[in-house]
């Protein structure tokens, strides 16, 4: 039969529709604000690289709730990098527009991109990579 939509399949093809795009409309919003190839070029694949990673981390956590504390501690938690990716692309975007120098606005935008990845490692749960027997983090209580 088909897949179901909690499947990783599915999970990793609506991660990669929702990659391209974020990619596709903010890289054109970069160039159509001005922007070169270049700065348009980073802006669109690390805002949709962010969006792959952070979809299908919601989705996990919302279907399958948080991962225990033993699992998973080896990998990097894809919400936060996808999270700090996300935003990091927007964040260049915006220093570009404030400063007008692509650069200047990639070097801070990715410093800060670091920045935002430990913040949102220390914030966002890992999610479970597959169902458990208790009900998802939203439906408890």
Do not use: C
Request: net charge negative.
């Amino acid at each position: 039969m088909g897949a179901t939509v909690d499947s990783a399949d599915s999970l990793t093809v609506a991660g990669a529709v929702s990659g391209v795009l974020t990619a596709v409309a903010l890289g054109y919003v970069t160039l159509r604000n001005g922007g070169g190839v270049g700065i348009a070029a980073l802006v669109a694949t690390v805002s949709g690289a962010g969006a792959f990673l952070f979809v299908p981390y919601v989705v996990r956590l919302d279907r399958f709730g948080q991962a225990d504390d033993d699992e998973d501690r080896r990998r990097v938690n894809p919400g936060a990098a996808g999270a700090a990716l996300g935003v990091t692309g927007l964040v260049v975007l915006a220093l570009l527009e404030l400063l007008g120098d692509s650069l200047l606005a990639a070097g801070i935008g990715i410093a800060l991109g670091v920045l935002e990845f430990v913040i949102w490692s220390l914030a966002l749960p890992r999610a479970a990579q597959e169902p458990k027997d208790r009900p998802p983090i939203h439906r408890r209580g």
